[in-house]
């Protein structure tokens, strides 16, 4: 399976959007799953804080201090199977959020991730993540004869800034399980509105790629080209995606919220004409529901 392809983020603010992507590409997943994550974190910080508080001056001041934040919650994610494909897998995810003091955290597929600077607008840091896109020769009988490739940890290193509801993030994947899925660096753009209980939040992206990442994915060798049928195809490193992002949360309660996110991308040069490539469109989707504790 991919891994929902182009949201990505870091760690998110408690009072501001961020994106990733923000799951993963690393992937796919990495973004999609921690941008709508991130927006359930922020939207749920943004209704605790407007709430008025019903509680005595000591509970109250004991729940301002606590530098714990943790929510939980269910969530299933719409992906391709592999980059490219036009079949649809359907998975569950946990919309897992954990951090510590702004600093610490672990989140989706990000495991656990510091973020060595940050202040009210900015976060900079790394993480270990962990990425879900593969892909494997049983997928579909035109993979026969290419070989599989397998998910793993990759070291995600972080970016992002925040200017009244405008939110642009950078985010660097490096694979460090020898899998030959290569470097991604994801960039994305993303405005917000809250309207009462709800934010919309939309915005542009990109994804670029090396050569190592494009030709597991998208490039045919010689002997893969003889096993497979499929014709030699060599790629390079260059823009894998162009996407928009679409994330919509809402708060049922002070503890309850719910999150749709959507990516909507279009796979580019090399990736667009690989012979693997059955559709240039991708949608990855992620729905959860987000209890905050």
Same mark, same amino acid.
């Given at each position: 399976?991919?891994? !929902? /392809?182009?949201?990505?983020?870091?760690?998110?603010?408690?009072?501001?959007?961020?994106?990733?992507?923000? &799951?993963?590409?690393?992937?796919?997943?990495?973004?999609?799953? *921690? /941008?709508?994550?991130?927006?359930?974190?922020?939207? #749920?910080?943004?209704? @605790? @804080?407007?709430?008025?508080? #019903?509680?005595?001056?000591?509970?109250?001041?004991?729940? %301002? =201090?606590?530098?714990?934040?943790?929510?939980?919650?269910?969530?299933?994610?719409?992906? !391709?199977?592999?980059?490219?494909?036009?079949?649809?897998?359907? &998975?569950? &995810?946990?919309?897992?959020?954990?951090?510590? =003091? =702004?600093?610490?955290?672990?989140? $989706?597929?990000?495991?656990?991730?510091?973020?060595?600077?940050?202040?009210?607008?900015?976060?900079? $840091?790394? /993480?270990?993540?962990? @990425? +879900?896109?593969?892909?494997?020769?049983?997928?579909?009988?035109?993979?026969?004869?290419?070989?599989?490739?397998? $998910?793993?940890?990759?070291?995600?290193? +972080?970016?992002?800034? #925040?200017?009244?509801?405008? %939110?642009?993030?950078?985010?660097?994947?490096?694979?460090?399980?020898?899998?030959?899925?290569? %470097?991604?660096?994801?960039? @994305?753009?993303?405005?917000?509105? !809250?309207?009462?209980?709800?934010?919309?939040?939309?915005?542009?992206?990109?994804?670029?790629?090396?050569?190592?990442?494009?030709?597991?994915?998208?490039?045919?060798?010689?002997?893969?080209?003889?096993?497979?049928?499929?014709?030699?195809?060599?790629?390079?490193?260059?823009?894998? =995606?162009?996407?928009?992002?679409?994330?919509? %949360?809402?708060? +049922?309660?002070?503890?309850?919220?719910?999150?749709?996110? *959507?990516? +909507?991308?279009?796979?580019?040069?090399?990736?667009?004409?690989? !012979?693997? #490539?059955?559709?240039?469109?991708?949608?990855?989707?992620?729905?959860?529901?987000?209890?905050? &504790?």
């Amino acid at each position: 399976m991919t891994a !929902p /392809a182009t949201l990505r983020f870091g760690k998110p603010m408690d009072m501001s959007l961020r994106t990733p992507f923000r &799951f993963g590409k690393s992937a796919r997943m990495s973004l999609l799953v *921690a /941008a709508a994550l991130g927006l359930c974190t922020a939207r #749920t910080a943004h209704a @605790d @804080d407007a709430s008025p508080s #019903t509680t005595s001056d000591a509970s109250t001041g004991a729940a %301002t =201090d606590s530098k714990w934040k943790i929510g939980v919650g269910p969530g299933v994610v719409i992906t !391709p199977k592999y980059p490219g494909s036009r079949q649809l897998t359907v &998975f569950p &995810f946990p919309a897992l959020d954990i951090s510590y =003091d =702004d600093r610490i955290f672990s989140q $989706g597929p990000d495991v656990l991730g510091v973020n060595v600077l940050r202040g009210p607008a900015y976060h900079v $840091g790394a /993480a270990f993540t962990f @990425d +879900f896109q593969t892909r494997k020769e049983s997928d579909d009988p035109r993979l026969h004869g290419l070989g599989n490739v397998y $998910g793993g940890p990759k070291l995600k290193l +972080f970016a992002d800034y #925040t200017w009244w509801a405008f %939110t642009g993030s950078v985010a660097l994947y490096q694979d460090v399980a020898g899998h030959h899925q290569g %470097t991604t660096v994801m960039t @994305d753009f993303v405005a917000s509105a !809250p309207v009462g209980g709800w934010l919309f939040s939309v915005g542009p992206g990109f994804t670029w790629a090396n050569s190592t990442y494009t030709q597991t994915f998208f490039g045919v060798s010689g002997q893969q080209s003889a096993a497979s049928g499929l014709p030699t195809y060599s790629t390079s490193a260059g823009v894998r =995606d162009i996407h928009m992002n679409a994330m919509v %949360t809402y708060d +049922f309660s002070k503890h309850w919220n719910g999150s749709v996110s *959507a990516t +909507f991308g279009r796979l580019e040069h090399d990736a667009a004409n690989s !012979p693997i #490539t059955e559709k240039r469109f991708e949608l990855n989707t992620l729905a959860s529901v987000n209890y905050k &504790f």
